[in-house]
């Protein structure tokens, strides 16, 4: 029977040493780290994220301030906000929490965020930047599975690597995440043929599709590291579940992260760790 990736655990570990780390920071340039977070409406999923973010920050010792707008306030009402902050030198990360009302245009509202403030690692320059091997922050979620990953103490060089799933925010940078660790890398999703049969190929399996139980027992490799990214809440029981039917795919695996307590808490967790690096990246300039 595999392990469990405790990412709950993980994530208490690296937030003490980041709170170590930003007291020394304070000593050294006389202020903490700081991260804005914007909240549209009033999605329960979104409030329960955002609280866990400014949670983490008071533990890590990051200053944090939580901006929550109404759904139905303007993209330039939501813009200017975000011109700001921007404009604001004492604040290092800037946040806008997915999704957004309809009304918004998401893009145009990531373009707006400036560069070196973008602690999800979601604007377009930051993107390139990943994809052309450049420095860059790296979107939280694909950053903390690299760390569960390594966690477990598996080499990812030479390996082969499925990732279910093609998002803009998992799929395609953990994807590249993984090539830089000089995996053999598959992206999957719900149009590949025989799911099943190039899931069974991975020693490392990512599944990130947003559908419960998408991937089943008999799908994972003896052996495999299994990464379930998947935050769905079950109709009937209203519980959290993961895409992985955990239960049954541990008895296959070596390695498994559960949900909750695997790369959500994680995915929370990387956020400081960036609003660390744009901080530095700031000071230091
Ligand atoms: N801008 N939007 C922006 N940045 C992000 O990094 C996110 N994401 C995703 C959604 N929109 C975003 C998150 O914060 C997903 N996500 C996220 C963050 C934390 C958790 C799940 C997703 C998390 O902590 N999950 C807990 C359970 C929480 C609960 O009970 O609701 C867990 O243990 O998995």
Redesign the pocket.
């Known amino acids: 029977m595999g392990n469990i990736i405790d990412?709950?655990q993980l994530s208490l570990r690296l937030k003490g040493e980041m709170a170590e780390e930003v007291k020394a920071l304070d000593a050294k340039y006389g202020r903490v780290p700081s991260l804005a977070v914007i909240l549209v409406g009033e999605n329960p999923?979104?409030q329960?994220?955002?609280r866990?973010?400014i949670k983490a920050a008071g533990e890590v010792g990051i200053k944090s301030d939580l901006i929550t707008m109404p759904a139905d306030i303007s993209e330039e009402a939501l813009l200017a906000e975000i011109e700001r902050l921007n404009n604001d030198n004492l604040v290092d990360g800037v946040?806008?929490?997915?999704?957004l009302p309809k009304h918004i245009d998401e893009e145009r509202v990531i373009d707006a965020i400036a560069l070196e403030k973008d602690v999800?690692g979601?604007h377009p320059d930051n993107v390139a930047n990943l994809w052309l091997g450049k420095p860059c922050v790296e979107?939280?979620?694909p950053k903390g599975i690299m760390q569960m990953i390594a966690e477990c103490g598996f080499d990812v060089a030479g390996k082969r690597a499925v990732v279910v799933g093609r998002s803009n925010?998992v799929g395609k940078p953990i994807a590249k995440l993984l090539l830089d660790a000089n995996a053999t890398v598959t992206i999957a999703h719900s149009r590949t043929a025989d799911l099943g049969a190039v899931c069974r190929e991975a020693d490392i399996l990512v599944a990130a599709v947003g559908r419960k139980h998408i991937i089943t027992a008999d799908m994972v490799k003896p052996g495999a590291v299994v990464i379930d990214v998947g935050?769905n809440r079950d109709t009937e029981t209203g519980m959290?579940c993961g895409d992985v039917d955990t239960a049954a795919a541990q008895e296959v695996a070596s390695y498994i992260t559960?949900?909750?307590?695997?790369?959500?808490?994680m995915?929370?967790t990387m956020?400081m760790k960036n609003t660390i690096e744009c901080f530095l990246n700031r000071i230091v300039k």
């Open positions: 990412g709950k999923a979104s329960s994220y955002v866990g973010k946040l806008v929490q997915l999704p999800d979601f979107p939280c979620t925010i935050v959290l559960p949900v909750p307590g695997g790369v959500g808490p995915t929370i956020l």
